[in-house]
């Protein structure tokens, strides 16, 4: 079975040091990405592992196919325990950084201790540099990338860097990469933070090379020929559907339909793209380069869950205006989502929806952890009570944009999910639209049987992650293709998804978590008999937890 090469790089950051680990047998067993990542971490971490702390580490992988010029594999995991929801977390963002990181020969770096000062570290196939930045405390994304093109002559496509809000360990922080790409959910960029690490560069020349079989080629060339909605309006154009089922967020979750949905839509973002996105070596090309030139606002996207969370959640019907929310984000080194979330949460709070100059202001003020910024910096999770408003979070991760109150199996899917309520852990949403192919579409009434389902996809989503293969391959990279490009039957290959979610559970389960944590706030029908259901499916135990017989190494 295809699989990532090369040895585990660790480097502790409080003395300085660095060592590495042969891992291959790691590597043949999950392949890569997050696979790799989640089993080195349930075997390194301390299972009471504080997120803040030095005991905590942050893992960056790639698998095999970054080392090939396949289209979709333009992404890289990272990977620790998240300070918003206190489980493992494995986050991936795309751009250009995963070829960087695999031309230092290395499968897996690893990030474990504290500095006693900030530092940048310089990861190259000759060895690791550790370079005192004091003067970049507080500096915004760009300003820190521009530090290091100035002094090194190290592009933004070679960086993983933090903003104000990971050096201020605000519990969604996100580390930036290419400047407008994300390591997103779930805090990751706090971790760094709390390392004391401002930025970390990639780069070298000693990539595992791989053949890749011909549908490799054969994927490229669909990628680029195929005329998708997406490349025009990325994930925002399934926005007009949601709105039409009743299914769009607004108003902090309590409408589900947006009147001023026209103004944030598919449409509104494509009459602001000014050229074409993409990440390294795809073709796709559905990235979203943005701008408004009567108010000198230039950003990438917003997407589907940005536009939910800064429009229709919090009442802004201008595309401009949650572009500069957007851009805010990316600056300060916030994940869009879940800022977008908490600051609609306060907007309910205060009867505020639609005041875009406060949005802006508590935007930097989390990240700042300035006045009312400090509270809710700590999450939706942690600060609803505070604020007097409905708690709209799984394990204290707040909710995408696809509506579980609509699309029953997607509701599931975020209670169960090991990363709380996030749309990619499984993608049921695009089963319930549907967004595939009506013989593998399923009603979005009710959750009775499909819990296998889910399941399933769950498990084709931590192979994607593992593979490194981008989710939006769906519809190119089909279960016979995955077996010609990795040389497994697809059953084996899922089974490698199987046990990165169990192992995430079983780490979690470690921490405290179960059954009484996979749940929602809103009801779903036959709810407590589908998490049955599920957890039968998985061979774990019914109250959530799974047994020691489970766990597979």
């Keep these: ?116 000062e900030l530092l940048a570290v310089h990861v190259t196939d000759e060895g690791v540099e550790f370079e005192p930045v004091p003067g970049l405390a507080g500096a915004t994304v760009p ?15 070679r960086t993983a860097v933090i903003g104000p809000a990971g050096e201020n360990e605000v519990r969604f922080a996100s580390i930036m990469t290419s400047e407008e790409r994300a390591f997103g959910r779930g805090g990751l960029g706090a971790v760094l933070g709390s390392k004391n690490v401002k930025a970390v560069t990639f780069g070298g020349d000693s990539a595992h090379e791989i053949e890749i079989p011909a549908v490799g080629t054969e994927i490229h060339r669909e990628a680029a020929t195929d005329d998708h909605i997406m490349k025009r309006q990325g994930t925002v154009s399934v926005m007009d559907l949601a709105n039409e089922v009743n299914g769009l967020p607004s108003y902090y979750f309590s409408q589900q339909q947006f009147e001023g949905v026209e103004g944030i839509n598919g449409d509104a973002v494509e009459a602001k793209k000014y050229k074409k996105g993409t990440c390294s070596a795809c073709a796709f090309a559905c990235k979203l380069p943005t701008r408004d030139e009567e108010r000198g606002i230039e950003t990438e996207g917003p997407e589907f869950e940005v536009a939910m969370a800064f429009g229709s959640n919090a009442g802004v019907d201008d595309i401009v205006d949650v572009m500069q929310s957007n851009e805010l ?24 929806f639609g005041n875009r100059e406060l949005i802006w ?56 999910a090991n990363r709380g309520a996030d749309h990619m852990y499984a993608t049921f949403y695009s089963i319930e639209y549907p967004l595939v192919d009506k013989d593998q579409a399923l009603p979005p009434e009710g959750t009775l049987g499909k819990a296998s389902r889910v399941v399933e996809q769950e498990d084709k989503m931590a192979l994607c992650d593992s593979g490194v293969v981008c989710k939006f391959s769906r519809d190119f990279v089909s279960p016979d293709r995955f077996e010609a490009l990795f040389g497994a039957d697809f059953e084996t290959l899922l089974d490698v998804g199987a046990r990165t979610v169990t192992l ?49 190494y």
């Design 361 to 416: 202001e508590l935007v930097e003020k989390i990240a700042r952890r300035e006045g009312v910024g400090d509270r809710l910096a700590e999450g939706i999770g942690r600060v609803h009570d505070d604020l007097g408003v409905e708690n709209w979070s799984v394990k204290n991760m707040d909710f995408a944009a696809h509506e579980g109150r609509v699309l029953h199996g997607q509701g599931l899917s975020y209670a169960v």
């Design 143 to 157: 300003e820190t990338v521009a530090y290091l093109e100035a002094e090194h002559g190290i592009g933004a496509d």
């Design 329 to 352: 984000c990316d600056e300060y080194g916030l994940d869009s989502i879940s800022a977008g979330n908490t600051v609609a949460a306060y907007l309910a709070a205060e009867d505020e």
């Design 504 to 552: 995430e559970r079983h780490f979690n389960n470690q921490r405290g978590f179960d059954r009484s944590d996979d749940r929602l706030p809103y009801d779903l029908p036959d709810f407590e008999a589908a998490l049955d259901e599920y957890y039968e499916a998985r061979g774990w135990s019914p109250d959530g937890t799974v047994p020691e017989s489970a766990v597979a």
């Design 1 to 116: 079975m295809l699989h990532a090469k090369g040895d585990l790089l660790t480097v502790d950051v409080s003395d300085r040091t660095t060592a590495t680990t042969d891992v291959d047998d790691v590597l043949r067993s999950f392949v890569g990405g997050r696979g790799v990542a989640t089993r080195l971490a349930h075997e390194r971490i301390p299972f009471d592992a504080d997120p803040l702390g030095p005991e905590n580490r942050l893992v960056f992988t790639t698998g095999p196919m970054q080392a090939s010029k396949m289209s979709f594999t333009g992404r890289t995991n990272a990977t620790a325990v998240s300070p918003l929801t206190d489980g493992l977390l494995s986050s991936n963002a795309g751009g250009f950084v995963s070829r960087h990181v695999a031309d230092t020969g290395y499968s897996a770096v690893e990030f474990a201790g504290a500095a006693d």
